[in-house]
Structures are given as C-alpha cells and as structure tokens.
C-alpha cells in the first residue's frame, strides 16, 4: 500500500497527447495541425537567422562559452531588452519590477502566484476560450480563486464578441479581481481587439478596478511589427495609475521553445514598491529555481542589444509572420476552389496559425 494511491488519475494533457499522436501516426500523407511550433517549407524547426548567428558569436567568445550560474533575478541585458521590446524607450524604469523567467509558462506561474497573494482577488477572469494553461496555472497556484470567464470569440460566426466581453467584465467583475489579457495574437481564436476597443477594456479595467496582467506571447508574430503588436500595453502603461503586468515569452517570437526563456514586468504605482515587489519576487525565485536559464537568455540578449543581429532578429519576425499569412491564404485559396461548405472569411482576418486548431475544433484550443 503507497501513500500516494489516494492521488486522483489525472487526464492527459490535450495539446501534448494531440502531438504524440500525430507522431505514432504511420499515414505518409499527414498533416500537422498541432499546436506552437513554427515551421518551415519543409515542416521542420526553423533555426532564425539571427540566434544562428547569436550563438556563433557566443561560442568564440570565453567570457560567455561557459554554464555559471546567471543572477537571481536574470541576465541583466536581457531584462532591460525585455522591458524596452514591452514598453517601449520612455518608461519610468524604476516603476517597474522585472524579473527573467522560465518562459511564458513561468512568467503567468509567478504572476498568479504574485497577485493571489498581494492583491487576493475573489476571481480571476480568463477569455473564452483562451490557451489552456491560463486556467491550470490559477487551478494549481490558487485553488480558492474562481476562474471566471468572459465572452471572446464566437463559434457561430467566428467572430469577436467584444460585447460580450465588456458587459460581463462590466457587469460581473468585482474591485480586485484579475483579467488575463492577449496583447497580441490571442490564442487560440487569432482575433485581437483593435485600438478603440482596448481603450474601452482599459476603460472597464479603471472603473471596476481590475488588476490586468497581460500575456504577451506573440510580440513581432502578429503583425510582423514589435509596436503594433505592443501597442495595448503601451496604451495601459500611459494610463496614470493603472497598476498591471506583464507576463512575456520569448519560446515564438525567438524560435527558442526549449530553452525557457521569459521575463515578468509588474508596473506599479511607485518606485518604493518596485522595490519591494521586486524583493518579493526574488524570494519565490530562490525557493523555485534559485537562478532562470542560461544559455537562451545570452542568445536573446546578444540579439537585443546588437544593432546588426537586432536588424536580422526583425527581418526574420517578418519572414516567419508573412510566411504563415502566406500559408493561410493558400489553405483560404484551396477551400474555397473546392467549394469547401462553410465560411472561410475568418482565415483572413485572423493572425496566428492556432487557428488552424479551430479548423478542426479539437478540444486542445
Ligand atoms: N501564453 C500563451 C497565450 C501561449 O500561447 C503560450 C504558448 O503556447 C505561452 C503563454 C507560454 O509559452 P512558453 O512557456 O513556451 O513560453
């Protein structure tokens, strides 16, 4: 008899058992549809151009080719590269508490960790649908917090219900509570807010008080454009007094999936409490994983604070964000000379290859 007999079976995880599936598929003739890898021409990982030749440069030079250990709280050009990408040149740095993460996943992980226990909100409010994660990481870090959801895309007609999403953030929400925001490329629908309706979010986001941590996953992949993309979180930044978060990965925009490698910025209303909120989350670093990775964290932040690997970094953003509207167009163009039943409209508009997951509807997106 164990002690750990009692542990409920768990279900296996949708997006990962829809990848070992299409593995141990023998058809020669199938295609992946999974989930959140780029790939190129040939469907195989794309190395981008610019890490390429970040770690040539990181190989030949002995001050950066060895595995000490980084600081706690990150590689220091990599978290001044990662608040400037986010916000911006003219921020008040010392506003701002930042801290590298292991990837996207670990950047939400703390932030739901941080807030549940700074500003305890009675619910946390995560679009319908959204990536599934958002849910299970509140599940695990806080099982007392509700997750609520509110309205985004809609099925019938494949489109944005923004007025669904307004009037239950307006009308259900309480003072405190959290929403998870996509600053761009929402995943899974592809469909983003435009500029008049994020000032209405942030709008609701002032009135109701509401803590907002964005997720900023996609950053140069949805328009192929670094401001565009960021352009909510600069609009809620300008808002005086507006306290919030940002929860940023580099797996996409980077093609450094397995390397881990994020950063979470939390703005708050005074230097004094970015300082203690960075002491904060200093100590959960320690007790979780004492220092974030390494070697990724060097690739991105030689590519950030070097001019020519940075005007490289950007080419290889539009190659891979023009690439994939190509393909859409293409899967658009196939569809619709075969008379495919059903409206295909959305493939335009949206901006992410998930959507390829709403083509097929399965239960991962
Ligand atoms: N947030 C969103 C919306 C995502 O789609 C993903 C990845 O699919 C992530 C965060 C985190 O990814 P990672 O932990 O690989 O950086």
Redesign the pocket.
């Known amino acids: 008899d164990s002690q750990f007999s009692e542990i409920p079976l768990q279900p296996k995880d949708a997006a990962f058992s829809l990848i070992e599936a299409f593995h141990a598929d023998p058809f020669p003739q199938k295609v992946d549809l999974c989930p ?1 890898f780029y790939r190129d021409e040939n469907a195989k990982p794309w190395i981008l151009p610019s890490v390429a030749l970040a770690k040539q440069r990181l190989q030949a030079d002995p001050s950066e080719a060895h595995h000490e250990h980084l600081p706690m709280q990150g590689h220091p050009k990599l978290l001044s590269g990662a608040r400037e990408l986010v916000f911006g040149r003219d921020v008040e740095l010392q506003r701002i508490a930042s801290i590298q993460t292991v ?4 950047a ?1 992980h703390f932030a739901a960790q941080l807030l549940s226990e700074v500003i305890k909100p009675k619910n946390v409010w995560i679009s319908a649908p959204s ?1 599934i ?1 958002h849910t299970e990481i509140w599940e695990n870090v806080n099982d007392s917090i509700n997750k609520r959801f509110y309205p985004y895309y809609r099925k019938e007609d494949q489109s944005l219900d923004f007025t669904g999403m307004v009037d239950t953030l307006s009308s259900q929400s309480r003072p405190g509570d959290v929403v998870v925001l ?1 600053a761009c490329a929402h ?1 899974p629908s592809g469909l983003d807010l435009s500029v008049e309706q994020w000032k209405t979010v942030a709008s609701v986001c002032v009135e109701k008080k509401l803590f907002p941590l964005f ?1 900023s ?1 996609y950053q140069g992949f949805a328009t192929g454009d670094l401001e565009k993309d960021a352009w909510a979180i600069r609009y809620f930044y300008g808002l005086s007094h507006l306290e919030f978060a940002v929860a940023q ?1 580099f ?1 996409k925009n980077f093609g450094i ?1 397995g390397e ?1 490698i ?1 950063a979470l910025h939390l703005v708050v209303n005074s230097a004094e409490a970015a300082q203690r909120t960075l002491g904060r989350l200093l100590r959960l670093q320690r007790a979780q994983i004492t220092s974030p990775p390494s070697y990724g964290a060097k690739i991105v932040a030689t590519i950030l604070s070097d001019e020519e690997l940075f005007k490289q970094w950007l080419k290889d953003l539009d190659h891979m964000s023009g690439r994939i509207k190509q393909m859409r167009k293409r899967l658009y163009d196939e569809l619709k000379k075969r008379d495919t039943p059903g409206s295909w409209d959305h493939l335009l508009v949206e901006v992410t290859w998930f959507s390829s997951n709403l083509l097929l509807c399965h239960p991962s997106c």
């Open positions: 959140g990837s996207g996943t670990g939400n990536w994660n996509h995943n997720d996953a990965s797996s999936y881990r994020g």
